[in-house]
């Protein structure tokens, strides 16, 4: 899931500035205060990590669909289908990451009373990095787990029709003294942002990203841009991105694969959906002993011998937790690309952007 601002030239931004910055961007273009503080923090956690595809640079994309009536600046979020530990969220057309908030708060309260709950939030639109809302649940001392739907990228296993989607989804169990788990992926085996840069740049790609259209392995980046993403663990990854992909549009009503459109056309606004689920923990164990054994999960996988040539296995989210460290402590790295696009927006809603040259 890491992005690829790497690969461009790009500078350091203070994360307090930018995170004011993009606060202000939303709040012009009709966002509600706490809602355009709430992308702020949602887009500068995702940058913070590392994953630059779903957090800055994809502020300008957000902006523009709000002003063209593509996302309902005003939405307000609600439950319209209520079970148990069942909840349908309708996101009244608006951001995908304030009704996958308001769909996992939902999903935390009600799991105190049931144990387990989840949210099917439809009526939605893209919500980014699937990393941030577990942490929510995290929070609370529960575990959390998020799942999107997403526009198709891949085939079935030796097939060739894009009609896969890679649909990713996070995972977060909270330790006591260790750091947590918190898993965030998709089942391709590069993020297609990466393939369209190395497209832009002329670049070829590494072995094992892509298909061409006939399902053929290729390094071409101008043949995988027409093409497909190989899917992570082959079949594996296409049997995961088909089923998180149907849990997040069936459950919710939204729209699944194709249906939700095309790489080349973009999706149909208002037609993602996502799934949403909080476990508490003290409804199964105590609490303090899961969390220990945690920890020493956590222990274990960190003191577990390193292949020749490797210093160090990591967790899943280690790394990212250690980018978000540095980067918050030395600036967060935005491309020159995404520079000119918070430019133009700034420029659509008279914001200043001076700081950022």
Known sequence: MHGYAGMESERRVDPSA???????????????????????????????????SHGTAAVAGYIDKLLDGQINPSAKPRVVGDRGGSLVVDGDGGLGHIACVYGMRQAILRARQTGVALAAVGHSNHCGAMSYYPTLAMAEGMIGIAGTNALPCMAPWHGRDRIVPISPIGIGIPSRAEIPILLDISFGEVARGKI?????????????????SEGRPTTDAAAAVKGLNQPAGGPKGVGLGLVVGMLSALLSGADYAGELGSLDTGPNPGRDGQIMMAIDISAYQEPTTVT?????????FRNSRPIEGVDRVY???????????????????????????????????????EWLH
């Open 196 to 212: 369209v840069v190395h497209y832009q740049k002329g670049l070829p790609l590494p072995e094992g990203w892509a298909f061409d």
């Open 315 to 353: 967790l899943p989210g280690e790394l990212e937790i250690e980018t978000e460290q540095r980067f918050r402590r030395e600036g967060i790295p935005v491309s020159d690309v995404t520079i000119s696009a918070l430019n133009r927006v700034a420029r659509r809603l008279n914001v200043d952007a």
């Open 18 to 52: 930018l995170h004011r910055f993009v606060e202000e961007l939303f709040s012009k273009a009709g966002v509600s205060a706490d809602d355009a503080t709430l992308m702020a923090d949602i887009v500068l956690h995702t940058d913070a990590r590392g994953v630059y």
């Open 292 to 300: 220990g054994r945690v920890d020493k999960i956590v222990r274990e």
